[in-house]
């Protein structure tokens, strides 16, 4: 059971460049969602699904895309990349419902150049 | 939308002593959780404890305890008996009525003095 896994682990890309972050659980999570973490802001969430086939925005969802063909995963896309998505990102996932917790991802810190 | 305010952005304590870290929140639900988590510098994010606001007992982790005050809208953190692996940032997060958004503070950095 590895949890909630996502790759790569860094990244650095050039303005205008794209690139896909992968996210993948084995838990048989119903949601599943993008944060990204920046100094003195938290985390704030991007995009979510609630499951296969469904996604919705969150807070800050401009510049990215995502798609949920399957349960397991969750891919999130820099369609062109800018400086101010230099960040760190996290997947998370849950059963879904309010109370229970987020399963994080280990992190992918992304600088664009 | 919901707001979560961590007013301490770095706090210390002498290993084996006692610490608080503050959080407080704003929320138009009757019926909430709230949560705390640790992210140690290795980047993982850590669920540290978990608190149902119809309960009126705080909740309890171990050496992590909570300070759950209803009415001032103020979910604190205690850590008791503190050690070096204590050290990391800690967030204070409650989630929407739905459970689909998280809303985090902004964190605060706990350095354990040995």
């Known amino acids: 059971n590895a949890g909630v896994t996502q790759t790569p682990k860094f990244q650095v890309l050039k303005t205008g460049q794209s690139m896909t972050l992968q996210c993948a659980q084995d838990?048989?999570?119903?949601?599943m969602s993008w944060y990204r973490q920046d100094p003195g802001m938290g985390l704030r969430l991007i995009h979510y699904?609630?499951?296969?086939?469904?996604?919705d925005q969150g807070e800050v969802p401009n510049g990215y895309n995502v798609s949920r063909s399957t349960t397991e995963d969750f891919p999130l896309r820099l369609l062109s990349a800018a400086p101010s998505q230099t960040s760190v990102y996290f997947c998370?996932?849950?059963?879904?419902?309010?109370?229970?917790?987020?399963?994080f991802g280990n992190g992918t810190r992304l600088t664009v150049t | 939308a919901q707001t979560v305010t961590q007013s301490q952005p770095e706090m210390s304590v002498q290993e084996a002593e006692t610490v608080t870290l503050s959080c407080t929140y704003d929320t138009s639900e009757s019926d909430y959780y709230l949560f705390w988590y640790k992210q140690p510098p290795s980047r993982q994010m850590i669920l540290v404890i978990r608190q149902e606001a119809y309960k009126q007992q705080n909740a309890t982790e171990n050496r992590f305890s909570v300070n759950f005050q209803k009415a001032a809208k103020s979910f604190s953190l205690k850590i008791s008996d503190s050690q070096l692996g204590d050290a990391a940032m800690y967030f204070c997060a409650s989630p929407s009525n739905t459970g689909n958004q998280f809303y985090f503070g902004t964190g605060t950095s706990l350095t354990v003095i040995p």
């Open positions: 838990m048989n999570h119903e949601y």
């Open positions: 998370a996932s849950s059963y879904g419902g309010q109370g229970l917790p987020l399963h």
């Open positions: 699904s609630v499951g296969a086939g469904i996604t």
